[in-house]
């Protein structure tokens, strides 16, 4: 069983940047698609990135898109979000999450193992 530990949130200023990190513990981290969610209270988890196992493919939600960036080291077991320019609305609970099929989907189900989350708070 894959165990997930994400760090990197925190509270930043509206426009600023954070950069999340999931650190896997399995050694056969490359046999996971890696996906970044976040949830807010209330609502759905909802999807936010998506990452092929070799790191070729990705997928990025609409409100996200040119200023979020997934990224992974199979090296270092670890999948990273580099978040710019963020806005109050972005401010969520984050969670990694790893996926055995070997396709991205931004269907939370889909996804087998879920790290605790990390917060991400935005200041207007």
């Known amino acids: 069983q894959v165990q997930l530990v994400e760090s990197g949130g925190g509270l930043v200023q509206a426009g600023g940047s954070l950069r999340l990190s999931c650190a896997a513990s399995e050694r056969t981290f490359t046999n996971y698609v890696m996906g970044w969610f976040r949830q807010t209270p209330g609502k759905e988890r909802e999807f936010v990135a998506g990452?092929?196992?070799?790191?070729?493919?990705?997928s990025y939600a609409d409100p996200v898109k040119g200023r979020f960036t997934i990224s992974r080291d199979n090296a270092k077991n670890t999948v990273y979000l580099q978040l710019n320019s963020l806005k109050p609305e972005d401010t969520a609970v984050y969670f990694c999450a790893a996926r055995r099929i070997r396709l991205i989907s931004s269907r939370p189900r889909e996804s087998d193992y879920w790290g605790q989350g990390t917060q991400v708070t935005v200041s207007s």
């Open positions: 990452m092929s196992i070799g790191g070729g493919s990705t």
